[in-house]
Nanobody, 121 residues
């Protein structure tokens, strides 16, 4: 598996972006982000079959994770972006079944390169 994350950019507060993570078929997928000077943090995750989604409290109601397995792609729709959402966003893939929580990076064993999201105020 080689993951490709894309869709980042520079937007103003309140705008929307959609990130894509390709080559993610048949895997659980998580999105994480890392802001300058901060630790990596969980953003959202989705089960391999799309029947379960998980979100960080900071993005609930604004971000939506979804997947199209026919296109081997997981999406992260980000609405009402805030300056504090500025970070490099990474997608990661892990096995269908795992004893690890969806919320932790330990669940995922393949990581894509990041895509930068910058939100100006």
């Amino acid at each position: 598996v080689q993951l490709q994350a894309s869709g980042g950019g520079l937007v103003q507060a309140g705008a929307s972006l959609r990130l894509s993570c390709t080559d993610s078929d048949r895997y659980s997928v998580g999105w994480f982000r890392q802001a300058p000077g901060k630790e990596r943090e969980f953003v959202a995750a989705i089960r391999w079959d799309g029947r379960g989604t998980y979100y960080a409290d900071s993005v609930k109601g604004r971000f939506t994770i979804s997947r199209d397995n026919a296109k081997n792609t997981v999406y992260l729709q980000m609405n009402n972006l805030k300056p504090e959402d500025t970070a490099v966003y990474y997608c990661a893939a892990g096995p269908k079944n795992s004893g690890e929580s969806y919320y932790t990076g330990n669940r995922y064993n393949v990581w894509g390169q990041g895509t930068l999201v910058t939100v100006s105020s």
